[in-house]
Nanobody, 132 residues
Framework: VQLQASGGGLVQPGGSLRLSCAVS????????????VGWFRQASGNEREFVAA??????????SYSDSVKGRFTISRDSAKNTLYLQMNSLKPEDTGVYFC????????????????????WGQGTQVTVSS
């Protein structure tokens, strides 16, 4: 399984960006069982922190967001393109960091899907800078 993140850049406060994560090695549309995909970010000098995730289990989807991005960010998936997205609106300087996509072949419960070590596969990261 491989993940390739893209879409980062420099944006002014209040602006928007959409991150993409192309996934290969599994096919969302025909996957049998459960999986969890998520986005994390890491600011300089800080630990990697949870941003958003969704868990798919035989058609049932559960979304999770960190409190800091709830209402501003949206995680989604395009099965036809086998791609994960993170739409980020109303960006703030504190959203600055390297954003990583991640995948776990398994339906992670809420208490662990926010923990980076719960995910076996990671993309390489894409830099997001929010600054005027």
């Amino acid at each position: 399984v491989q993940l390739q993140a893209s879409g980062g850049g420099l944006v002014q406060p209040g602006g928007s960006l959409r991150l993409s994560c192309a996934v290969s090695g599994i096919t969302f549309g025909s996957y049998v069982g459960a999986y969890t995909v998520g986005w994390f970010r890491q600011a300089s000098g800080n630990e990697r922190e949870f941003v958003a995730a969704f868990r798919w289990n035989r058609g049932n989807i559960h979304y999770s967001y960190s409190d800091s991005v709830k209402g501003r960010f949206t995680i989604s998936r395009d099965s036809a393109k086998n791609t994960l997205y993170l739409q980020m609106n109303s960006l703030k300087p504190e959203d600055t960091g390297v954003y990583f996509c991640a995948l776990s072949e398994g339906g992670l419960i809420v208490s662990v899907l926010k923990i980076p070590s719960s995910y076996a596969y990671w993309g390489q990261g894409t830099q997001v800078t929010v600054s005027s």
